[in-house]
């Protein structure tokens, strides 16, 4: 299945409407609760995640595709189910709540699709669409479809990652809430001149994904939404998420929906 291009054009009209209803609440004094792994909620995520897994219900039926919708914001089946499906959607409708929560406009909205892929028995990830509500800004794209960064008027341009030349100065792009002492033990292994900027969100992958960064290492936890979308794009771009330190493409819909940790590639 490849999607052409009216389904991506639901697909980004889908985002907007998700990052509209998002930012009127960004815009209000709203509070939140702290979900059992302590991770923070605020009515924003459960807004996003039902226009999102409504959207891509009705989608769905476009398709003609029976696509699980696996997101941070739903009770999702058992692997035992999941792996029945040959494709499957992977949300997370707020990434960087606590970003959003801290209000400096470092947060996401994300959907990615991922396929079955029977020779290597794993699900990998072929298209993806991240929004930035703050910005007004989507970037989408995907392995064979390449990377696109757009705004709510359609004015689109192709991203591409840079080639990392010898003796470059790495802008390296790591984790504004989880920044820890083995990413900067991983850093300082790196050997070479570098300039650290730290964001929240996906924005790390997408800012590789454009160009704007050379290297994002996560040697932290992460789950699966919060890197699906992102993670299409930056292949889409030229460049790929990769386990460290054995460097295996990220897979998706497994047993257990923690991510390994992993690096980005040019």
Same mark, same amino acid.
């Given at each position: ?7 991506? +054009? ?44 409504? *959207?891509?219900? #009705?989608? #769905? =039926? ?21 792996? =029945? ?6 949300? +997370? ?11 400096? *406009? ?10 079955? +892929?029977?020779?290597? +028995? ?31 008027? #359609? ?84 460049? #790929? ?26």
């Amino acid at each position: 299945m490849k999607l052409n291009q009216n389904n991506i +054009d639901e697909l980004i009209n889908l985002i907007i409407v998700a990052n509209k209803a998002v930012i009127e609440i960004y815009n209000t004094d709203f509070e939140y609760t702290n979900k059992k792994d302590l991770s923070p909620l605020t009515i924003a995520d459960l807004e996003a995640n039902k226009i999102i897994c409504q *959207g891509l219900n #009705n989608l #769905n =039926k476009n398709l003609d595709e029976n696509i699980l919708i696996i997101s941070e914001e739903n009770k999702n089946l058992d692997f035992n189910q999941r792996k =029945k499906y040959k494709y499957c959607w992977l949300v +997370d409708p707020i990434d960087g709540t606590k970003e959003f929560i801290k209000r400096n *406009g470092q947060f996401t909205t994300n959907i990615g699709l991922v396929e079955y +892929d029977s020779y290597n +028995d794993k699900y990998f990830s072929i298209f993806g669409i991240v929004g930035i509500p703050v910005e007004e800004t989507i970037y989408y794209g995907g392995l064979n479809y390449g990377s696109y960064k757009t705004d709510y008027h #359609n004015n689109r341009k192709q991203v591409n990652i840079k080639k990392i030349k010898e003796g470059d100065t790495l802008k390296i792009v790591a984790s504004n809430s989880h920044m820890n002492k083995e990413t900067k033990d991983f850093i300082k292994n790196l050997n070479q001149p570098y300039d650290l900027v730290n964001y929240g969100s996906s924005i790390k992958i997408l800012k590789v994904a454009d160009g704007s960064a050379d290297l994002y290492p996560r040697i932290a936890p992460t789950m699966e939404w919060d890197t699906c979308a992102a993670h299409s794009i930056i292949k889409g771009a030229g460049g #790929n998420l990769v386990t460290y330190p054995e460097k295996n493409e990220l897979v998706y819909n497994k047993e257990n929906l923690l991510n390994p940790y992993f690096q980005t590639i040019n």
